[in-house]
């Protein structure tokens, strides 16, 4: 394929395809470890997006208009974690001039999220209220859908459909046709009534019965609705200092620093700031070893983050509530960072918002607290920009320093949360300061499910093979022992 059709792909999809086995084995999986068909597949996604430039889709290539109008954008997780790419339909209307741009704006966010999430699937939502006849465009739903059955492997969990109108049922029967048998399971059907089955109202418009008050609107262009945690720079309330307390008591006492009589009787500014120190002790004393254990580590141009993608936390049952985040500095400049998230009422991160010497480590503390358990659509946002060796590293010149540095500049990385509920710790914890090996996931389980479908269908393929085998030869047989007696009966007939 590489030789014969070179010049129709774009060599960074080539070269990409050579260095990432994930990517491979997305291809690979969609097509039920068929080579053929998986060559067939990359053959013909690989045209298709270097026809498209998807490559070289970004905001500023696309006309103003296609993300003004709000049809397309990604929004929130369903039940499962997974990011919702909302299609409002009634925001949708025909026009043959204006149908190649919004097919871009289709693969502009697919390859947005796919490189900012490392091709974590997909959950595509129709959002069908309000829609009738003149909304009807079967040959963009046809593009929609391709996108994931031919072009992105692998990157569709699911279609949530809400309240289709009956005069669209014979369109759908038709769109039916072009999923195929697997992507037809992955069609829900539902209504006011049924919706939170796949995603929970807080992120359900009220429209169909939900929570979310979040109304879209261009510019800037929509993101994770990442906020900077309060926890360390907004009022704490009196059940934060009530665990603050428990948890400065703990960490004290594990480190033979200050004995419960002095706890008791020092103030609460001097235990933080002693506390403070005494991790800074500790980072110091377990990073080289803590370097060595990193299961994962996201390389960045300015950063290595560990872990890579996922923070795990424990059940309510387990209880686990902390995590570590270690930050390397890889420039010969000071890098700046701050830490934000989607559920700020939720976590402290300490710290959140500071500086990184060269080629030095820094720990980032992730904790829950106020009773709060960790969910699969809470996440992470690290930022971080290299800053002159003249500028200050202080709060005021921090402040000002992300005002005015542009967004180029800025390295963005994010990290997803992971529930165990195993009673064993799967992740690097305040107590034993060690990465352990996380329960595997169900993405994980999902592929090991597949191939060993696919192993069954192949026995049952060779199996009916065999049996086909054997039944010829039996009738083989049969054949020529009819024959053989014929021939004796002719040669006895000729004799007598």
């Not at 068909?37 to 997006?49: A, C, G, H, N």
């Not at 006849?133 to 699911?158: A, E, G, M, Q, W």
């Not at 200092?241 to 960490?251: G, V």
Request: charged share 25%.
């Amino acid at each position: 394929y590489f030789l014969d059709k070179s010049d129709k792909y774009d060599s960074r999809d080539v070269e990409r395809l050579q260095q990432d086995d994930k990517w491979v084995e997305d291809y690979l999986i969609w097509r039920h470890n068929v080579v053929d068909d998986t060559l067939k597949m990359i053959d013909e996604s690989f045209q298709w997006r270097k026809e498209y430039t998807v490559n070289d889709l970004s905001e500023s290539v696309l006309p103003k208009w296609v993300f003004e109008i709000g049809a397309l954008f990604l929004h929130g997780y369903d039940k499962e974690g997974y990011k919702l790419f909302w299609f409002k339909v009634k925001h949708h209307t025909r026009d043959p001039k204006q149908q190649l741009d919004k097919k871009k704006l289709v693969a502009f966010w697919l390859e947005h999220y796919a490189k900012r999430d490392h091709g974590k699937p997909l959950t595509v939502v129709f959002d069908m209220a309000e829609t009738g006849i003149s909304h009807i465009d079967l040959d963009f739903v046809r593009f929609f859908v391709s996108c994931f059955t031919d072009y992105y492997p692998n990157f569709l969990t699911k279609i949530v459909i809400f309240e289709m109108p009956w005069i669209m049922n014979a369109a759908f029967k038709i769109v039916k046709g072009w999923l195929g048998p697997d992507a037809i399971s992955m069609l829900k059907f539902t209504n006011k009534s049924d919706v939170q089955e796949y995603i929970s109202g807080e992120y359900l418009p009220p429209h169909m019965g939900g929570t979310d008050s979040f109304k879209y609107s261009y510019p800037p262009l929509v993101d994770d609705d990442f906020q900077t945690p309060l926890c360390e720079n907004g009022p704490i309330t009196s059940e934060d200092e009530h665990e603050s307390k428990e948890e400065i008591d703990a960490d004290t006492k594990e480190a033979g620093e200050l004995n419960e009589a002095q706890n008791l009787n020092q103030k609460k500014m001097n235990s933080i700031e002693q506390i403070s120190k005494s991790e800074e002790t500790d980072k110091t004393e377990v990073k080289p070893k803590n370097a060595k254990k990193a299961l994962t580590t996201f390389k960045g141009p300015l950063l290595h983050i560990s872990p890579a993608e996922e923070l795990y936390f424990g059940s309510k049952e387990t209880g686990e509530k902390k995590c570590l985040i270690v930050l390397t500095n890889v420039t010969k400049n000071v890098v700046a960072f701050k830490v934000r998230t989607t559920a700020p009422e939720k976590y402290r991160v300490k710290p959140s918002n500071s500086s990184c010497e060269p080629g030095t480590s820094l720990d980032i503390i992730v904790s829950l607290h106020g009773g709060f358990a960790a969910s699969l659509q809470d996440r992470f946002l690290i930022m971080a920009a290299e800053m002159d060796q003249s500028s200050g590293a202080g709060v005021p010149e921090l402040t000002q320093f992300w005002k005015e540095v542009p967004r180029t500049k800025v390295m963005e990385h994010r990290l997803r949360c992971h529930v165990i509920e195993s009673s064993k710790p799967s992740s690097l914890t305040l107590k034993d300061n060690a990465f352990n090996i996380p329960a595997k996931t169900n993405e994980d389980l999902h592929i090991q499910l597949t191939h060993l479908l696919q192993i069954n269908k192949r026995l049952e393929e060779q199996m009916n093979r065999c049996l086909w085998f054997q039944q010829l030869s039996v009738v083989l047989s049969l054949l020529s022992v009819t024959v053989a007696a014929f021939c004796f009966y002719l040669a006895y007939a000729q004799r007598s």
